[in-house]
Every structure is written in C-alpha cells, then in structure tokens.
Nanobody, 118 residues
C-alpha cells in the first residue's frame, strides 16, 4: 500500500515562496504519477500539478501555471512543489496523491497547511 507524507507547509507572505515535499513509500507498478491538489473549506479539491515518475512529464492547473514548479527525485521517492509569487488565495491544505495509469487518485497524504498573508 502506498503511503504519502507531505511536509513544507507553513506561513508565507504574499509574493514569498514555499517548497512542499511529498515522500512516497510502497509504490507499486500501478503508480504512474504523483499529483498535488489543494482544498479550502467549502470548496472542491482543486488540481494543482502532477508529474510522472517515469519521464518526468509535468501537468499544471491554471492556478499554478507560471508560478509553481513540480519536480521529482526518484531515488528519494519524493516529489516537490516549488511555489513562488504566492498569493493569499493560495491559502489551502495541500495534498499529494498517487495516481494510477488510469488516472485515478488511489492514495492520499494527510495534507499540509499553507497560509499566505497579504
């Protein structure tokens, strides 16, 4: 079973930066990519970015394009989300998810809180 542990959240000022990490253990052959999502109270979970374990293909949601960068270190089974030019509307709980080839989000981390002050 895949286990995901996020870290790196915290408090940042607007226009500042944070780097989130997600360590994946127990990955299986069905693990195709790892994605970041975020959620605020009362809203649906929003896709932020994803990266494939093989080939490093990246995908970004509209809110992340131009400001966030996703990367991976396969040797460490870790995916990073570098967030720059942060805005107060980036405040959310950020989750990482293990995605299968079929595109399903099969496993989730516990989430890490990001708070951006104006």
């Amino acid at each position: 079973q895949v286990q995901l542990v996020e870290s790196g959240g915290g408090l940042a000022q607007a226009w500042g930066s944070l780097r989130l990490s997600c360590v994946a253990s127990g990955r299986t052959d069905s693990s195709y990519s790892l994605a970041w999502f975020r959620q605020t109270p009362g809203r649906e979970r929003e896709f932020v970015a994803a990266i494939s374990w093989s080939g490093g293909h990246t995908y970004y949601g509209n809110s992340a394009k131009g400001r966030f960068a996703i990367s991976r270190d396969n040797a460490k089974n870790t995916v990073y989300l570098q967030m720059n030019s942060l805005k107060p509307e980036d405040t959310a709980v950020y989750y990482c998810a293990d995605q299968s080839v079929a595109g399903t989000n099969d496993y989730w981390g516990q989430g890490t809180q990001v708070t951006v002050s104006s």
